[in-house]
């Protein structure tokens, strides 16, 4: 959601106890300590995969059969070390009963429903594996960098480095780390081919999310990857579909179905400047915190089926893009499974996670047609980042009653989202031949435009809400222009900062307050 993939960035609290370090296979850890990172929660029942915190700056992760690239991670932010721990996951897990447990996050009491999968526990165990207490390790500053800081893609089943055209060929892998078919600076087509994911395990999370450890198909190294009428499987954790790393590749999809069934495994993703453009074709996530799409550089994608069953439907991080033509967005996110649910449950999230593998910079959303579909929480949801919104004859649905149409706030930082207070986001949305519904939400630390044009209807609110962490108040938090033949109907009171009118508002006994004081109505 990367984890949400959104990332989660550790800090040990404890010297633990590691399944790798005593070697045990036992399945009892009754009044032992350890470490692992949680992949469900059922009622009071936590399972964890087991896994040992570095601590003390980067781990050398050193994978057995790993491939060092020679490519140079992005740059993390400015201010940000590289100090702190990083989680490596072994091959056990365990369930707990967390009934009674005693749960802490930075120093503070939090609730079993705070949890979220991708968290990083150390658990005191009791008796007959009850977990007596537990410390969450995911921390927002200080955060290291990366996943293991370096960029390590394990190994591959199959490696293409020659130009050239396969065609009909089967890539199948079920090894822990390891790529079914991976291109590696060539230029090559792949038509009819089968590439299945079926098994195995990333070592590292954040180097599946970063780098695309594990990802069934990897291009890399500047590489050029046409890939038509294929199928593409992943039912590996954190196993994503097709990934494009780094700056100079290029993956171009037509006519093709990607489905992944694991958590933490999208259908589309890229990092490090890598570049992907689809055309045609079904690509199906089913696995919570594993957007269809995940971009950290660009991504165009026209005519296609993109379909979240248990996750936001897409996601920009950063100074990257999504551009959606014709297509059909479906998402599901889990109000309680999402890796970010307890900060805010959306279909599309725009941010800046400040992890360092997406520049600071324009985040930029754009989609002409199709249909854009959410079954939980608001439709967009855009924080610690600058953003261009825009949309153009889509046609949107939100079935969650309570969900907003577009939420534009800061956030808690306890995901290491920016600073509290100051993190809130600056929105330029632009709605051309469009018909909106829903509420509009933007907090005194945030700045939104909204410009309605081309003959676009907006049924709902727009308002101005105070910023949740108390931060101080800019100016200028929502700008509204309704340009000729364009309507808004209103369906509650209103608070703007300023409003130009050059069409129909229709008031229906509702107010719009002006930040001077004056009152529209």
């Known amino acids: 959601m990367k984890s949400k993939k959104i990332r989660s960035l550790f800090c040990a609290a404890a010297l633990t106890l590691s399944l790798a370090a005593c070697g045990s296979k036992t399945s009892d850890y009754s009044d032992q300590t350890i470490t692992g990172e949680i992949t469900d929660i059922d009622g009071t029942a936590v399972t964890m995969q087991l896994g040992e915190l570095s601590a003390g700056g980067m781990p050398s992760h050193d994978v057995s059969g790993s491939s060092d690239s020679g490519q140079t991670p992005p740059d993390k932010p400015d201010g940000e070390t590289q100090s702190g721990s990083s989680f490596t ?69 199959t490696t293409i480095s020659e130009d050239g055209t396969y065609s009909g060929g089967s890539y199948t892998s079920t090894g822990d780390d390891e790529n079914a078919l991976r291109v ?69 999809i037509s006519d093709s179905t990607i489905t992944t069934t694991a958590d933490n495994s999208g259908g589309i993703q890229t990092t490090g400047g890598g570049t992907v453009n689809v055309s045609g074709g079904a690509y199906t996530s089913n696995g919570y915190n594993s957007p269809t799409v995940y971009s950290t550089a660009d991504i165009t994608v026209k005519n296609a089926n993109l379909t979240a069953n248990n ?53 930029v959303f754009s989609m002409t047609g199709g249909s854009l579909v959410g079954s ?78 081309n003959g676009s209807t907006f049924t709902g609110t727009i308002n101005i809400v105070d910023n949740a962490e108390g931060g101080t108040a800019v100016s200028d938090n929502a700008i509204v ?37 004056t009152v529209l109505k």
């Open 184 to 252: 590696d600076g060539a230029a090559v087509t792949l038509d009819g081919v089968t590439v299945d994911k079926s098994a195995g395990v990333t070592s590292n999370t954040e180097d599946g999310e970063f780098y695309g450890m594990n990802a069934a198909l990897l291009a890399m190294n500047g590489a050029t990857v046409t890939i038509k009428n294929a199928t593409v499987t992943s039912s590996a954790q954190n196993g994503n579909g097709v990934f494009s790393y780094g700056s100079g590749t290029t993956v171009n």
């Open 89 to 157: 996951a072994g091959e056990e897990s365990v369930t707990l009963d967390f009934a009674n447990a005693e749960i802490t996050k930075n120093d503070e009491s939090i609730e079993l429903g705070d949890l979220a999968e991708g968290d990083i526990l150390t658990v005191e165990v009791g008796s007959n594996n009850t977990a007596a207490s537990a410390t969450v390790e995911s921390v927002g500053g200080g955060q290291s960098f990366g996943g293991s800081g370096e960029v390590t893609q394990g190994p591959a089943a």
């Open 311 to 363: 996750s936001e439907a897409l996601v920009i991080e950063g100074k990257n893009s999504i551009t959606l033509e014709d297509c059909y967005v479906t998402g599901n996110m889990s109000d309680t499974k999402g890796t970010s649910s307890s900060e805010n449950v959306h279909n599309v999230m725009i941010y800046q996670s400040m992890s360092g593998d997406a520049d600071v910079g324009t985040s």
């Open 481 to 517: 222009a309704i340009e000729s033949g364009c309507t808004w109907n209103l369906t509650g009171n209103c608070t703007l900062t300023s409003l130009t009118n050059n069409g129909t508002i229709n008031f229906n006994g509702y107010t719009i307050t002006l930040a001077d004081g």
């Open 376 to 453: 939980s929480g608001d439709m967009f949801y855009i924080t610690n980042t600058h953003c261009l919104l825009t949309l153009s004859g889509v046609n949107i649905v939100n079935n969650d009653a309570d969900g907003a149409l577009l939420r534009v706030v800061g956030n808690s930082a306890s995901r290491g989202w920016g600073t509290a207070g100051s993190n809130g986001a600056q929105v330029e949305f632009a709605a051309g031949g469009q018909t909106l519904a829903g509420d509009i939400i933007v907090d005194t630390i945030s700045n939104l435009t909204v410009t309605m044009k």
